[in-house]
């Protein structure tokens, strides 16, 4: 039984600012074994037990008992990355790049895309054909995930070529294994996808506030340090947004501790160069001048003039 239940492996999904006035806009994928997944939701469900809470969102972290249960949810989250239990996939995406500064952009189908170019990393990083996949994102991602998303991927293999040609560049030296079960889940439900928010909210927003984020960071660090850097004045945050940069100190902080290479000097955001130690944090870029986003499609009475 146990051996069957290894060869299951979960995903759980969200994402964050895609479809709101923020520049930048990230999705967090979560997968491992059915076994693994099923008791780490169980770990992460005690935390919330605990503490009397029924749901953390990372846009809701707005006093100290919160930060309490983010952080112990990041400390259950990385001792599943160290022991391989877990991977964990964060794609993040600028809305003002040129891929996709263009007048009339879907960003519902942009987002549609960007899950499709996450799968590939997270199935090429688990690099294991003997298994079935389940998809579980949360069930306020406005996607028909079976139609949009499964069925392409599906219908992807070695020798066949997309209906989508464009859509399906990435894929198409990839054959994908069978998805068993894809079905969307009560964020409020499933503290795993509330991990994912977690992960996608933090590491956006580390992108999205960078000019107030890194400097924050920097004192931080030098409180009690001698500093190369001279930092005069105290960076001037909102109470919400200082609640969010401690979570997110709290996760640069124990990825260090555990050499987890999440780095933040060079771009001043969260960023990875190594997917080794299962967490991989890719900021895409616009692969060519053919790499535009999608434009909504006109409806009839626009097209009639009507």
Same mark, same amino acid.
């Given at each position: 039984?146990?051996?069957?239940?290894?060869?299951?492996?979960?995903?759980?999904?969200?994402?964050?600012?895609w479809?709101?006035?923020?520049?930048?806009a990230?999705?967090?994928?979560?997968?491992?074994?059915?076994?693994?997944t099923k008791?780490?939701?169980?770990r992460?469900?005690?935390?919330?037990d605990t503490?009397?809470?029924?749901?953390?969102?990372?846009?809701?972290?707005?006093?100290?008992?919160?930060?309490t249960?983010?952080?112990?949810?990041?400390?259950?989250?990385?001792?599943?990355?160290?022991?391989?239990n877990?991977?964990?996939? #964060?794609?993040?995406? *600028?809305?003002?790049d040129?891929?996709?500064?263009?007048?009339?952009?879907?960003d519902l189908?942009?987002?549609? $895309?960007? =899950?499709?170019?996450? $799968?590939?990393?997270?199935?090429? +990083?688990?690099?294991?054909?003997d298994t079935s996949?389940?998809?579980?994102?949360?069930e306020?991602? !406005? #996607?028909?995930?079976?139609?949009?998303v499964? %069925?392409? #991927?599906?219908n992807?293999?070695?020798?066949?070529?997309?209906?989508?040609?464009?859509l399906f560049?990435?894929?198409?030296?990839?054959?994908? /294994? !069978?998805y068993q079960?894809t079905?969307?889940?009560?964020?409020h439900?499933?503290p795993?996808?509330?991990?994912a928010?977690? =992960? %996608?909210g933090?590491?956006r927003t580390?992108r999205?506030?960078s000019a107030l984020?890194?400097?924050?960071?920097?004192q931080?660090?030098?409180?009690?340090?001698t500093?190369?850097?001279?930092? *005069?004045d105290?960076?001037?945050?909102?109470?919400?947004?200082?609640?969010?940069?401690?979570?997110?100190? *709290?996760?640069?902080?124990?990825?260090?501790? =555990?050499? $987890?290479?999440?780095?933040?000097?060079?771009?001043? =955001?969260?960023?990875?160069y190594?997917?080794?130690?299962?967490i991989?944090?890719? +900021?895409?870029?616009?692969?060519? *001048?053919?790499d535009?986003? /999608?434009?909504?499609r006109?409806?009839?009475?626009d097209?009639?003039?009507f």
């Open positions: 039984m146990a051996n069957d239940c290894n060869k299951r492996h979960l995903i759980f999904s969200d994402e964050s600012g479809n709101a006035v923020s520049r930048f990230s999705l967090a994928k979560i997968s491992g074994t059915y076994e693994h008791e780490l939701n169980s992460l469900k005690q935390v919330l503490h009397g809470k029924k749901e953390l969102k990372f846009n809701e972290i707005n006093n100290k008992q919160k930060i249960v983010a952080k112990e949810f990041l400390s259950i989250g990385y001792e599943y990355l160290r022991t391989n877990i991977k964990v996939h #964060i794609l993040v995406w *600028d809305k003002q040129s891929r996709h500064n263009i007048i009339g952009r879907c189908e942009n987002l549609k $895309m960007m =899950y499709y170019k996450n $799968m590939k990393v997270l199935l090429n +990083h688990w690099n294991n054909m996949w389940e998809f579980y994102p949360d306020f991602t !406005a #996607i028909d995930w079976e139609n949009d499964i %069925a392409f #991927i599906k992807t293999r070695i020798g066949k070529e997309p209906n989508h040609p464009q560049e990435a894929f198409r030296n990839v054959s994908f /294994p !069978a079960n079905k969307e889940l009560k964020s439900n499933y795993i996808i509330q991990l928010d977690l =992960y %996608a933090l590491v580390s999205d506030e984020f890194y400097p924050w960071y920097c931080k660090l030098n409180e009690n340090q500093s190369c850097f001279d930092f *005069d105290a960076v001037d945050l909102s109470k919400s947004l200082s609640y969010k940069f401690e979570v997110m100190l *709290d996760f640069k902080k124990k990825a260090d501790s =555990y050499k $987890m290479g999440i780095s933040i000097n060079k771009f001043k =955001y969260f960023t990875t190594t997917k080794k130690n299962n991989f944090i890719w +900021h895409y870029e616009p692969q060519g *001048d053919f535009k986003a /999608p434009i909504r006109k409806r009839a009475d097209i009639l003039n």
